[in-house]
DNA sequence: GTAAAGACTTGGAAGAATGTTC
DNA sequence: GAACATTCTTCCAAGTCTTTAC
């Protein structure tokens, strides 16, 4: 993993690769596949034919129906309608997309129902895109690309209470597309009659293709995946930050209490701010451009209407009461008791303020990181995410391990450490649909165990009572037989009980995040040596891919 | 110095693949 | 071997932070 370095910024030396895969062509309906227009049957141009199809798509999908969506679609539809149709078409509520709806289901549940050959061939013509165009080489290593397809027309689903929900992501073409190679590479060629809006070779970047999206107006690019080196190495660097800031975590704790009481109101703003991002694991909170994108908010850009003050509530003291939406607009409320300092000090930032107004008004994120970078080199506020979250793993991986424990008992605890983590950074999932019932069914799976572990209990009291009789070989033969199928038995319920513990704890948070992004790998894979598990229990083979450089460095007394 | 553009990480959901059960 | 449940993979949106432009 310690190859050569290279000089600041620079990259890579040697990039080739093929170019992306683009989206294919539209394909036109069936003739007997109809659209209707306020009741009558109406045949559309291909342009707009090709839209509909996305809404139709998305029938059965909450988004269609509403408000915003609708609006927005209709809007970007009518600008692929031709001028008859544009004058047609002039009611979305008119518009009758079932048919085409049904088709499509009718359509996947025909791909379900495929032979096993014809499925085969799918997957093999999957394999020969990938192999030909799902890999490139960076300097001496052929390396997987993470995304090489591009994203294909849609309608843009924003998350929360998106502005541009519902409007039509357009199609990418060749001439949209930024190629990026090195100079002695073999170019990737265009597809036949079209050329690249640009090739260059820009050795500071690590992308291979670009282009620029049309909803936000941002870039787009095609990465490596996280086995690569380069996203490899970055990771790693990543976790020795963090690391770096656990030796002087005491000292900037310290510094920030004292600027509590500083004169200037900026001080005592980016301090209690600098509290909440490292007590509570909060976003720093960019600003972000009004009427872009959903209403969310981070640390800095919290505003009074997010935030309530209790001196004192349920038995405690000084509480602020947290809520709003973060990131993905998933909603953060939290009750957290702070020092009384905070507490006066966020009394004066709400003072004479609306609840639309910043709470830290003289504070941004572009102020505090710049603090942060005096307090330590490559300090800025998201590395206290992850240094919070990969010291709470390694911490409560000590304290909930059992030494006696078997193996599934162990694998709990780990994923109890990880959950602690996933709280603290507020990391939610959607209740599975099937969650009640998956829960139903292993609850009955105990029961049943817990049946047959009484069976199997009478068994062996009544084989030991025969022994004593009977004082021979054989029944003593029975008499351990029956002995080792409660021992199993035991097992086996105390594994499934067991999962059925981490299932119900589970039920509302998302563990992936923190494990893919947070929690350094070095600490999960001493732990596992430690204590004899199994590295597969805990990553599966694209984790492990990904964390293969930590795999192979760290030993079992690894510290984080 | 500030805003916009650019580059890269982080995020949950949906879809695909695989495993389990009857 | 079909139907259902679970796990893995893909998708692409939405953040953070850096760089560039003015």
Redesign the pocket.
């Known amino acids: 993993w310690e190859e050569e370095r290279y000089p600041e910024?620079i990259?890579w030396k040697f990039l080739e690769h093929k170019g992306p895969v683009f989206a294919p062509p539209y394909e036109p309906l069936p003739e007997n596949v109809k659209f209707y227009y306020d009741g009558k049957v109406m045949k559309l141009s291909t342009k707009a034919e090709e839209v509909a199809t996305f809404f139709a798509k998305m029938l059965d999908?909450e988004y269609t129906t509403k408000e915003i969506f609708r609006k927005n679609f209709f809007k970007d539809w009518r600008k692929e309608m031709t001028s008859e149709e544009k004058s047609t078409i002039t009611n979305l509520s008119k518009c009758d997309f079932t048919h085409m709806s049904q088709y499509f289901k009718a359509q996947?549940e025909a791909?379900k129902q495929m032979s096993k050959e014809e499925?085969q061939k799918?997957?093999e013509e999957?394999e020969r895109l990938?192999k030909e165009y799902g890999y490139c080489v960076m300097d001496n290593h052929k390396e997987r690309i993470?995304?090489f397809?591009i994203?294909?027309p849609?309608l843009?689903?924003?998350?929360?209470n998106?502005p541009?929900m519902g409007m039509l992501?357009r199609r990418i073409m060749p001439e949209d597309i930024i190629i990026n190679c090195s100079k002695d590479s073999k170019i990737p060629a265009p597809p036949p009659g079209h050329k690249w809006k640009e090739v260059r070779h820009?050795n500071?970047?690590?992308?291979l293709v670009?282009w620029?999206?049309n909803?936000?107006?941002?870039?787009?690019?095609i990465?490596l995946n996280p086995s690569s080196r380069i996203?490899g190495e970055?990771?790693w660097q990543?976790y020795e930050t963090a690391r770096r800031l656990k030796k002087c975590v005491d000292k900037i704790r310290n510094q920030y209490r004292e600027d509590w009481k500083s004169k200037e109101m900026k001080v005592r703003q980016r301090a209690v701010a600098l509290y909440f991002i490292d007590k509570l694991a909060l976003?720093?909170?960019?600003e972000?451009?009004e009427g872009e994108?959903?209403d969310?908010v981070?640390?800095c850009?919290l505003r009074v209407e997010h935030i309530k003050l209790h001196p004192e509530l349920d038995g405690q003291e000084y509480v602020v009461e947290f809520d709003f939406?973060?990131?993905?607009?998933?909603r953060y409320y939290n009750k957290v008791p702070v020092e009384k300092r905070v507490f006066k000090n966020l009394q004066l930032f709400m003072e004479n303020k609306q609840p639309e107004d910043d709470l830290f008004d003289r504070l941004n994120?572009?102020i505090?990181?710049k603090h942060l970078?005096d307090l330590m080199e490559?300090l800025?506020?998201?590395?206290f995410?992850?240094y919070n979250a990969s010291i709470t793993l390694q911490q409560q991986l000590k304290e909930l391990t059992n030494p006696d424990d078997n193996i599934p008992a162990k694998i709990l605890s780990y994923n109890r450490a990880n959950r602690a983590v996933a709280i603290l950074?507020?990391?939610?999932?959607?209740p599975?649909k099937?969650f009640e019932?998956?829960m139903m069914?292993?609850q009955s799976?105990i029961d049943a165990k817990k049946e047959q572990l009484a069976d199997a209990r009478r068994e062996l009291k009544s084989a030991k009572a025969d022994a004593k009789v009977r004082r021979d070989e054989k029944s003593k033969k029975t008499v351990e037989s029956k002995k080792k199928a409660v021992q199993r038995i035991e097992e086996q319920l105390m594994k499934l009980e067991v999962q059925a513990t981490d299932?119900e704890e589970n039920k509302q948070i998302?563990l992936?995040?923190?494990k893919?992004?947070?929690l350094d790998p070095r600490i999960s894979v001493a732990w596992c040596k430690k204590w004899g598990i199994p590295i597969e229990k805990i990553y599966?083979?694209?984790?492990r891919e990904k964390f293969a450089w930590a795999i192979d460095m760290a030993e079992e007394d690894y510290e984080f």
């Not at 976003?283 to 960019?286: F, I, L, S, V």
């Not at 950074?425 to 959607?430: D, E, F, K, L, V």
């Open positions: 910024g990259k999908h996947t791909r499925k799918i997957k999957n990938l993470a995304n397809k994203e294909p849609g843009f689903r924003g998350r929360g998106h541009k992501k820009d500071k970047v690590t992308w670009s620029t999206e909803i936000q107006g941002s870039i787009k690019y990465m996203k970055k990771d990543k976003r720093a909170g960019n972000k451009e994108t959903a969310t981070g640390c850009s939406l973060g990131k993905d607009s998933i994120t572009s505090l990181n970078q490559g800025t506020a998201k590395v995410r992850t950074c507020n990391h939610q999932r959607a599975p099937t019932k998956s069914n292993l799976k299932r998302a992936g995040t923190s893919l992004n947070y599966n083979k694209t984790q």
